[in-house]
C-alpha cells in the first residue's frame, strides 16, 4: 500500500524550501548582520549604545538589576577612553591621570555621582565584548554595577595596534538632583 500523503508532504517541504531560497536571494543587500555581531575593527566602526544597552539592560534584569539607557556625555567620556588608548595602542592608557573615571565624570559636571568602567582592546565585535566581560570576574562586576540606570560605550580603531579594536563602557547611577 502506498502513502500518498508522506510524498505530498515532502513535496510541500521541498516547495517550502526553494521558496525560502528564492525569498533570500531576491532580498540581497538588504539582509544585514545585527549590530552586536558587526566587526568594529574598521576605522567608520562604531558600536551601537542602544544594542549595547538592550543586551546589557537584559543581563542585569536576569540577574535582579535595574535595566540601563544610552546617556549621551557617558558616551562622550567613554569615546575619550576608547581613543586615548587607540592614541596610545594600549589599554594602559587609561591609566594616565586624565582619563582616570573620576576625572572624567568631573568632566560632565557630575563629581560625586557612583560610576564604574570596563576598558578592554582586541574584541572585533560587541557580541564579543560582552561575552568576554560576563566571563572575567572584574569586568562582570562592573556590569552588575548595583545603582547604574546609564551607560556611555565606545570604541576607537587603532589600525596600527596589536588588538585593534579597543573599548570603554561607563555604568553610571542617576544624575545628582541639581
Request: include cysteine; charge should be positive.
Amino acid at each position: 500500500m502506498v502513502d500518498h500523503r508522506t510524498g505530498f508532504l515532502s513535496l510541500k517541504l521541498a516547495l517550502a524550501g526553494a521558496l525560502t531560497l528564492l525569498l533570500t536571494a531576491c532580498m540581497g543587500d538588504r539582509l544585514q548582520t545585527p549590530p552586536f555581531y558587526q566587526d568594529l575593527a574598521r576605522a567608520d566602526g562604531k558600536v551601537d549604545a542602544a544594542t549595547a544597552a538592550q543586551m546589557i539592560s537584559q543581563y542585569r534584569v536576569n540577574n535582579g538589576l535595574s535595566p540601563v539607557s544610552p546617556d549621551s556625555k557617558l558616551i562622550l567620556i567613554a569615546a575619550s577612553q576608547a581613543q586615548a588608548m587607540a592614541a596610545e595602542g594600549s589599554v594602559r592608557a587609561s591609566l594616565a591621570p586624565d582619563q582616570q573615571l573620576a576625572t572624567r565624570m568631573i568632566s560632565i559636571g557630575e563629581p560625586r555621582t557612583a560610576a564604574a568602567e570596563n576598558v578592554s582592546a582586541g574584541y572585533r565585535t560587541f557580541a564579543e565584548a560582552f561575552s568576554g566581560w560576563r566571563e572575567s570576574p572584574k569586568h562582570n562586576e562592573v556590569l552588575l554595577t548595583k545603582d547604574a540606570t546609564r551607560l556611555g560605550i565606545a570604541t576607537a580603531y587603532s589600525p596600527s595596534a596589536k588588538h585593534k579594536v579597543f573599548w570603554s563602557l561607563v555604568l553610571a547611577a542617576p544624575k545628582p538632583a541639581q
